[in-house]
């Protein structure tokens, strides 16, 4: 496998801007990253929103539940941000898809929580109407998330997000998926067996020029930075 290592702004460059925003996304695109990746969540009116945590922190100090609140409630006030002077909204998924369109980007697309098949196959479905499907690698911590977008989708790259060492990850060669690990637990060894697979490796999260040495030498595929911009030479 030819080994060209690509940087990932971590929910966009999230080290200057609230992350998972629109303007972390579009400064992702303007200091150099080769993608963005974005968490999804699902609204209470079925709306597909870009947002970590479960809960959307605003900016008077309160808080919503995501998966309870509708997407007029969501985007009622702007969210908290404490890294720059704008002013940040909840953004859609399909804002982010635009943005990351719109430049040519990679997209790291990771579902959080559990999806029903409905849903997962309206995160496809979006993705093919407006950017690219070849451009974009669906990821989870949720295995049946994977199994279910496998069995809709069983030619699309689909990706196991890895946290924990007692985690068994030899059970993505039975599906085919690749990995998106934190950096701290992998292996040349673990590297190596995906690739013997022809299946890809994704770090995360590297934040000094130290760690991305280390990344660097185990000849991964992608390399997810919340400071990209600054340990990327």
Same mark, same amino acid.
């Given at each position: 496998m030819e080994n060209k290592v690509r940087m990932i702004g971590h929910r966009g460059y999230s080290s200057a801007y609230p992350d998972n925003t629109e303007i972390a996304f579009i400064k992702a695109v303007e200091n #150099?990253?080769?993608?963005a990746e974005t968490d999804v969540r699902i609204t209470k009116d079925g709306i597909l929103v870009v947002n970590h945590n479960d809960e959307a922190a605003f900016i008077d100090g309160t808080e919503l539940l995501v998966a309870e609140a509708t997407y007029e409630e969501l985007t009622? =006030? /702007?969210?908290k941000n404490t890294k720059s002077d704008d002013t940040v909204y909840l953004c859609t998924f399909r804002r982010y898809l635009e943005i990351m369109r719109d430049n040519n980007m990679i997209c790291?697309?990771?579902? =959080? #929580? +559990?999806?029903?098949?409905e849903k997962v196959r309206e995160v496809f479905e979006t993705v093919e109407k407006v950017y690219d499907l070849s451009k974009c690698i669906m990821q989870s911590f949720d295995f049946n998330n994977l199994i279910k977008a496998r +069995?809709?989708? /069983?030619d699309l790259p689909l990706m196991l997000t890895y946290g924990s060492e007692e985690e068994d990850y030899k059970r993505c060669f039975d599906y085919g998926f690749s990995l998106d690990a934190y950096y701290g637990i992998v292996t040349k060894e673990m590297i190596k067996e995906f690739h013997d697979?022809?299946?890809e490796v994704a770090l995360w999260t590297v934040n000094n020029k130290e760690a991305l040495d280390y990344c660097l030498s185990l000849g991964v595929d992608y390399i997810e930075s919340d400071v990209f911009g600054k340990i990327n030479a």
């Open positions: #150099g990253s080769g993608g009622a =006030k /702007p969210l790291f697309v990771e579902l =959080k #929580g +559990e999806f029903s098949d +069995e809709m989708f /069983p697979r022809n299946l």
